[in-house]
């Protein structure tokens, strides 16, 4: 199933959740920073942190199941290579946002501290783990490598995003009012139209119906 344009939902998931991964991306780094003495300000920022996490891990979840039901096609005027990356880009970042907010929640069990994992400071999450400071190192050091990467492709993912709007593709005016124009994008999913076929189509609107 091919869908029309991006629907509401889908955009608010989408945005919700680049919204979400900056800021945890950013906590992540302040809570470190921050000095043990204020323990009070630290615990907080580590619970916002997880909490961010599991809502990213949540919503990437929904995402995964609406994405199963059909997603609108490729902007029209793309090489099939250029789709293939777009795709793979696509996939890349669907499993980072599942699989890092995972690993930081197997970094909170095997911490050496037994420090708990409050969601948004009400709803306790067990630790399936046991604490394992060995294990624990490693798992940190994969869960930030994974956390820059997520970071690095979205912020590409973005980049691609403008190039595709400055060429005249509507990528950017779908995800943010949800309206794709008939011309910038190809409703069945194909790519590649040609530069003539669509001035032909622009010419010809009753082509279109």
Same mark, same amino acid.
């Given at each position: 199933m091919v869908e029309a344009g991006w629907a509401l939902p889908r955009r608010l998931l989408h945005w919700g959740s680049a919204g979400l991964v900056v800021a945890g991306f950013v906590l992540g780094w302040v809570m470190v920073a921050v000095p043990f @003495?204020?323990?009070l300000l630290k615990f907080t920022l580590y619970q916002a942190h997880?909490?961010?996490g599991l809502l990213v891990l949540g919503l990437a979840v929904v995402r995964v199941g609406l994405l199963v039901r059909g997603r609108p096609g490729w902007a029209v005027g793309l090489s099939a290579w250029e789709v293939g990356l777009a795709r793979l880009g696509h996939a890349g970042l669907l499993g980072l946002l599942i699989v890092v907010p995972v690993l930081g929640y197997l970094v909170a069990s095997t911490a050496a501290l037994p420090v708990p994992t409050v969601f948004l400071g009400v709803l306790r %999450?067990?630790?399936v783990l046991a604490r394992d400071p060995a294990l624990f190192a490693v798992l940190r050091q994969v *869960? @930030?490598?994974a956390a820059c990467l997520l970071v690095l492709l979205a912020a590409g993912h973005g980049v691609m995003a403008v %190039? *595709? *709007?400055r @060429?005249?593709?509507g990528v950017l005016r779908g995800m943010w009012a949800g309206r794709f124009d008939r011309v910038g994008f190809d409703r069945a999913g194909d790519c590649g139209e040609t530069a003539a076929s669509l001035q032909s189509r622009t010419a010809h609107p009753q082509r279109n119906v």
């Open positions: @003495r204020p323990l997880k909490s961010i %999450v067990p630790h *869960h @930030r490598a %190039v *595709h *709007h @060429r005249g593709l």
